[in-house]
């Protein structure tokens, strides 16, 4: 520790030293001004930086975290980190909450967009890149959420019953790669109890922090901490939101209760205090104010990234599509002409720009292609914020709305605060701006609307906290005295509540939204959406459309409402009639390509009947170019999947356990989870592991080890010759695989140990090295408490997923006589 943390330790009371482990509000630390020091400001991740308000300022959106995990480039993420971290600095943050590291145990679990894959080794590679680029622009990485945060199912009591050998093989490898590698600055820990404790006090996984050599602090998630006695003694650092309930003041008084020492006080803010110095926080007594900033060469990188996080899963050949042998390309779905960048929660941010798939494929194509578009079906669970292209600020042609903040809960005097705002969904966490206090606010939302169709409209309204809507100056929508719950704003909103309205094309009407908050609440939310005519029988209308175009691209998926923090889904089935969508649309047209976007998989009983199918995640705010660079072959679909696709929900392996009952959910599986558990029962998947296609074709070649036989404690140096045999320039990922033949305990059939992603021009070959150390032959021997490598026999399997590996090589670690 250093000289200056200590004097300021000796200069400090216990009170000034207990408040440096309590949050002021929302996003900020406590500071000791009489020292010249301020607190620490924190913002949400993982895919952009907010910033302290969730209306009012823009970020740059990163796509989601599945398609980080599908890109298999850390090279590329350490790009994108960089990126974050200066759009952290623009908010004025000293730490990203970021990234989320936990695994896809089940494709029904509500935050699986946040994680980047099933597999803790491909995780561990994306969250090093991560956090190494953030840090390397001077902010911190608070790397969540530590630990078996894997389901929103009773998020905030659930415990989750794990092994210790599941928690080392699995669970803990991305979190112990982010100390141990890249030396993350915080960790934040997880709502859920870990065998009957609360992660935010846990004994055991603070000594594993202790073990792996933490040089950082622990942060809880929002209102986490549960007690004062085992979060002071053993638990995390700096307790958030503030004012904290059980550390802060509260762990003062419980030192001089006798209840704590002043020496579990010391420890926390020694490590507080060498990360503010670490981010020179100690230096910069004032904050900035959070700023819309967007770099040149921002949307051009994200733009390759979402492009490189394209899976290809099926191609009968119609991809990529050649423009000049086209005259008609028919863009059908209901998510084709909204852009559906993120999923849903504290992830969330309002995104410098946005870019639809069909305005994207439009601009693409150009003006000799015609473009035509049909919605098909309505696969929304609440109806999205209004279009910003619908609607205007009152008395101008500005897009958006007028939003006016009053500081009392009665809309009464003038606005405190008056801003654009870019959406009708709004959320709000802590003070919805300066001098609006949380709790104690109201708010109106003004707009012009201009219908781009003739037709029946549908308006609608959400609320957490008391609502109304305005139409032409007559209340269309009211609850303001009574509404019945819903699933919205995570879990505070109400039920979704409609009126119609028959529009003409271009006409001016006023809507007009209030608000007012729950009083004393520091959270709130309020949506006003849309719906537009569909038409008598949408799905044979875009049928239609399919039948006169020469290609059809349906864009399917999920949306915020489907994938959110606090809710998981319930079905892998997508909503709606898109299903029957696709399969009208494909017996219509048999060029038909399906782009899937969504953060997770979904049933895809229909995947053999269309021509294409791609899998597009959530790919931020430059959605709509990178689909149109890969659909038109401008860039190739540089994505394999980091997480299994199964035939239906019943084949995963966790099946049998999640999401739970009675308060616990038991990890029945171990550590077979995703394409290891898959492997163990010889259940085929749909997609593999690993699985993408490419416009062109590959051959490995030449593979060998740097040894035949190593000791238990060496590594083993892995490579190929990567021959491109196509003709397409094109990348694709080695994967290398690692099989135990001589385990003395179960063991995965494989576990994937290495990868590398190679770009290769037509007809030219690369060669390819990839590493292994001693850990990845290891497993974790829970009854000698260590990492284990048993002589014997390995192979070494080396292709392009989990499913096609042609390559086998033998390695024999020596030492003893082998396990038999």
Not at 367 to 375: C, F, I, L, N, R
Not at 392 to 400: A, I, K, L
Not at 701 to 727: F, K, T
């Amino acid at each position: 520790m250093s000289t200056r943390v200590e004097q300021l330790m000796v200069e400090m009371s216990l009170d000034e030293k207990a408040s440096l482990t309590s949050g002021t509000d929302m996003w900020h630390g406590t500071g000791v001004p009489r020292l010249g020091f301020r607190g620490l400001k924190v913002t949400d991740g993982p895919n952009g930086a907010r910033g302290a308000h969730f209306v009012g300022t823009t970020s740059a959106c990163l796509p989601c975290g599945t398609a980080l995990g599908a890109t298999w480039n850390p090279e590329l993420i350490g790009e994108l980190g960089h990126l974050l971290g200066r759009e952290a600095r623009s908010k004025g943050a000293d730490v990203l909450l970021a990234p989320t590291v936990n695994i896809h145990r089940s494709p029904l679990a509500g935050r699986n967009f946040e994680c980047p894959s099933e597999d803790p080794w491909l995780t561990s590679r994306i969250a090093v890149a991560y956090i190494t680029g953030v840090q390397a622009e001077g902010v911190g990485c608070a790397v969540k959420h530590l630990v078996a945060n894997d389901s929103e199912f009773e998020r905030h009591t659930i415990s989750s019953e794990v092994d210790e050998r599941t928690l080392r093989e699995m669970l803990l490898p991305p979190f112990e790669a982010a100390v141990t590698e890249a030396r993350t600055m915080s960790l934040m820990t997880a709502y859920n109890r870990l065998d009957g404790v609360y992660c935010t006090e846990h004994p055991w996984l603070m000594d594993r922090l202790e073990e792996w050599g933490f040089d950082g602090f622990v942060i809880s998630d929002w209102w986490s901490a549960h007690s004062t006695i085992g979060t002071g003694r053993h638990g995390c650092d700096l307790e958030m939101p503030g004012p904290a309930r059980h550390l802060g003041p509260a762990l003062a008084e419980s030192v001089r209760a006798g209840e704590n020492t002043e020496a579990h006080v010391d420890a926390k803010v020694r490590r507080l205090l060498g990360v503010m110095e670490r981010l020179g926080v100690l230096d910069s007594p004032e904050h900035t104010v959070d700023a819309s900033t967007e770099a040149p060469g921002d949307r051009a990188l994200l733009r390759r990234a979402a492009a490189e996080a394209v899976v290809l899963l099926t191609n009968n050949g119609v991809l990529p599509i050649d423009p000049s042998v086209v005259r008609r390309v028919a863009v059908i779905g209901p998510n084709s002409d909204v852009a559906i960048t993120q999923g849903g929660g504290s992830a969330a941010v309002t995104p410098h720009h946005v870019v639809t798939v069909l305005d994207g494929l439009r601009t693409a194509l150009g003006p000799g292609v015609e473009v035509t578009h049909s919605v098909g079906c309505d696969a929304y669970r609440n109806a999205p914020a209004i279009d910003p292209r619908w609607i205007s600020v009152p008395g101008s042609t500005e897009p958006g709305a007028m939003l006016e903040y009053f500081a009392n809960r009665q809309l009464e005097g003038e606005p405190t605060h008056r801003m654009t705002a870019a959406t009708t969904r709004m959320s709000w966490l802590g003070d919805p701006w300066d001098g609006v206090p949380a709790g104690n606010f109201s708010a109106r939302l003004s707009a012009t609307f201009r219908a781009p169709t003739d037709g029946d409209w549908t308006l609608t309204l959400v609320s957490g906290g008391q609502g109304r809507l305005l139409w032409d100056g007559e209340h269309v929508l009211d609850m303001w005295d009574h509404w019945e719950p819903g699933t919205a704003f995570f879990g505070l909103g109400s039920a979704e509540i409609r009126h119609t309205v028959t529009l003409r094309a271009g006409e001016a009407h006023e809507l007009v939204a209030e608000f007012t908050c729950v009083e004393g609440l520091g959270a709130a939310g309020l949506l006003v959406g849309c719906l537009a005519p569909l038409g008598h029988d949408p799905i044979a209308d875009a049928a239609r459309a399919a039948a006169d175009a020469d290609v059809a691209i349906v864009v399917v998926g999920l949306n915020a409402d489907w994938e959110t923090e606090g809710e998981d889904r319930t079905t892998m089935d997508l909503p709606g009639e898109q299903e029957a969508l696709i399969v009208a649309v494909a017996a219509a047209q048999p060029k038909t390509v399906v782009l899937v976007n969504a953060g997770s998989p979904v049933s895809m009983g229909w995947v053999d009947e269309v021509a294409a199918c791609a899998q597009i995640w959530y790919l931020g705010q430059e959605t709509g170019d990178a689909v149109a660079d890969v659909v038109l072959g401008r860039s190739e679909p540089g994505g394999r999947l980091p997480t299994t696709f199964a035939m239906r929900y019943e084949d995963h392996p966790a099946m049998d356990d999640y999401p739970g009952a009675n308060g616990e959910v038991r990890y029945g599986e171990g550590i077979f989870m995703g394409y290891r558990g898959y492997d163990q029962r010889s259940v085929v998947p749909r997609f593999a592991f690993g699985h993408g296609l490419s416009y062109t074709e590959w051959d490995l070649q030449d593979a060998a080890l740097s040894s035949a036989s190593i000791g238990p404690d060496d590594g083993v140096e892995v490579s190929l010759v990567v021959r491109n045999v196509g003709r397409r320039d094109g990348s694709t990922v080695v994967q290398c695989y690692v099989s135990d033949l001589d385990s003395s305990v179960d063991r995965p059939a494989k576990e994937l140990k290495a990868f590398a992603k190679v770009s290769v021009p037509a007809g030219e070959s690369q060669r390819v090295s990839m590493s292994l150390s001693s850990r990845s032959f290891a497993f974790w021997d829970a009854d000698q408490g260590g990492w284990k490598v048993e002589p014997g026999r390995f192979t070494i399997r080396l292709g392009t997923a989990s499913d096609l590996l042609p390559i086998d090589l033998s390695l024999t670690v020596e030492g003893l006589e082998p396990a038999s």
